[in-house]
Structure formats: structure tokens, C-alpha cells
């Protein structure tokens, strides 16, 4: 198992002490036939994605800027909360990083170089009791900001009765962030970039059932690995091209459903060795967290 987030900088994993958690028994080897183009899909910006955050280490931003800072995705979920993945925003020990030390920047060009982007800093950092650093389980974690992150919406989350309709198997989802654009978590982009995914069968993330997305068969993990009740499994093919997320898109979303109905149904936890491999990334389920969610103030949707 490999935690999809990465330091863009060596400063920044000292400043903040983050760690890159590899379990062993997910082998490459079967891959390495195939070679895809893309990792994370097309270029930002997208509007399907204006609520996508970047969270950061607060040093590093004031020494040398917001793309040397980053270090994982977020997204905002209202006026001062971000959900993003609990395995950002811990320290060697397993507990939650100094909130003083964590910034939050919005970009509406996408650009983490941009001039239009704002960055706020963070109160308190809020994660899941439950997680579990070793399974990757209920990997998420809330962020609360000091002041209002004003001019982009919020997204909605999804609840349990969403799972049925938007994350079916073959589902079309959507997820974005500023991860690496080789499969061998290397080459870190200015600019997001978008991913076109799937949702894969529960089987597939638990009972190692595969699943064939467009003439693509990718293998499925046991349920050492994944916990279908916690865990979406997806990814893509474009071209014949695997799309997956990879490093650095830690925390970031991954959405279904579109326009009014958008939800967050997932946040980008871990995956193979290799992104973009036979085998899927794996996201937090967030319908499975809405005890967690609201306790940390997060709006909860109505039900029906």
C-alpha cells in the first residue's frame, strides 16, 4: 500500500515530519507490460472542480511559494471546513500536525504559481478516531480554517443512499489534484490536472474480484488490503492509457453525480506502488463517515 501524498519539496517533509507508508504484498511485476501516457488526466482548470484545495506546510509557503509548499489536496465543504486524508495531516507519532503549521490555498486558474490564489491558515486539525495508519482505514480527516475561504462554492457529501446510484460499478466519477504525472510518483505539475475515473465493483476492493474497464482487466485486492465498507475502488482508461491519481493528490476529491446532484463521494487515500497500474486507487468512502463529519461541523445533507 502506498499513501497517495508527497512533499514537493525535502524542506517542506522536514518542516512538518510527513511519512510515506508502504505495506508489502502488492507486486508490480504483472504491469509493467503496460505503459500508460497519463496519470492524471487533462489540464485544469475544470468547473467541476472549483471547490478542489491545495493544503500545505505554513514554512515552506512563506519561504518559497505555494507550489514548493504543497503537499496534498482538500475540499471545501463549507465556509471554514476542508476534508482531505487523515495520512496528510499526521507525524511520525500518528498524531495530528501543529494546525499552525498548515495552510490552505485556493487557485481559481488552477495554477499554484498564480497570483490569484489565497491562502488561508488552518485553526484546528480534526481526524478521524478511528484511523488507522497501517490498513489506511477511515482515512480522513477535517480541517477547520481560521477565517472564511470566500468565492468558491462548497461541495455536498454524499450520504449512504448515494452509494447505490453514484458509485455503482461502471459509474462515471471524477477526481483532480496536483499529483505526479509518472507513474513512479515523479514530475509534480503547476497546474491540476483532472481525471476521468470509474467505480469499481465492492469485490474489487476487498474479495479481489477484477473488473474490465474499457478492454482493460485490472485485479482486485483481498480484504488484507481493502475494506470495501471504507473504501471506494476506481480508476480509468483513456486511449488505452490507465488514468489513476498518484502522489500528491492525496486528499483531494472524488466526486460523482454532476451539477446540483454533485456529491463528494470519496478522498483520495492510497494506492498500488506504481500509479497507474492493473490495479485501482483507492479513496476514502465518505457516506461511511458522516458520524465523524458532523461531529467535526461539517453540513450534513438532508435525507430523502
Known amino acids: 500500500m502506498k499513501h497517495r501524498f508527497v512533499t514537493l519539496a525535502a524542506a517542506t517533509a522536514a518542516c512538518i515530519g510527513l511519512t510515506l507508508a508502504l505495506v508489502p504484498g502488492i507486486s508490480t511485476a504483472q504491469d509493467a507490460s503496460l505503459q500508460p501516457t497519463v496519470i492524471d488526466g487533462v489540464t485544469g482548470p475544470d468547473e467541476r472542480f472549483t471547490s478542489l484545495v491545495v493544503v500545505g506546510g505554513k514554512n515552506t509557503y512563506q519561504r518559497d511559494g505555494l507550489y514548493e509548499a504543497a503537499f496534498c489536496g482538500g475540499t471545501k465543504v463549507s465556509a471554514r471546513r476542508i476534508i482531505t486524508a487523515a495520512h496528510c495531516v499526521i507525524d511520525d507519532n500518528g498524531r495530528p500536525l501543529p494546525a499552525g503549521k498548515i495552510i490552505v490555498g485556493s487557485t481559481p486558474s488552477g495554477e499554484l504559481d498564480a497570483t490569484d490564489a489565497v491562502v488561508i491558515n488552518v485553526r484546528s486539525v480534526k481526524i478521524h478516531p478511528q484511523y488507522n495508519d497501517d490498513r489506511a482505514t477511515n482515512d480522513i480527516a477535517v480541517l477547520t480554517l481560521r477565517t472564511t475561504l470566500r468565492g468558491i462554492p462548497n461541495v455536498t457529501i454524499a450520504l449512504p443512499a448515494d452509494d447505490e446510484s453514484l458509485l455503482a460499478p461502471g459509474e462515471p466519477l471524477i477526481s483532480a489534484g496536483w499529483g505526479a504525472l509518472r507513474r513512479d510518483g515523479t514530475d509534480y505539475p503547476n497546474e491540476y490536472r483532472v481525471a476521468d475515473v470509474v467505480a469499481f465493483p465492492r469485490g474489487s476492493c476487498g474479495r479481489n474480484a477484477a473488473y474490465t474497464v474499457a478492454d ?3 485485479r482486485g485486492y483481498p480484504s488484507s488490503q481493502a475494506n470495501p465498507r471504507v473504501m471506494v475502488c476506481a480508476s480509468g482508461v483513456s486511449q488505452d492509457s490507465i488514468v489513476d491519481t498518484c502522489n500528491g493528490d492525496s486528499g ?16 483520495v487515500s492510497w494506492g498500488p506502488p506504481r500509479c497507474a497500474s492493473k490495479r485501482p486507487g483507492v479513496y476514502t468512502r465518505v457516506s461511511a463517515m458522516t458520524d465523524f463529519l458532523a461531529d467535526t461541523g461539517v453540513p450534513i445533507p438532508p435525507i430523502g
Open 216 to 218: 482493460v482487466t485490472f
Open 252 to 267: 483531494g476529491p472524488l466526486l460523482g453525480g454532476t451539477a446540483e446532484n454533485q456529491r463528494l463521494v470519496g478522498v
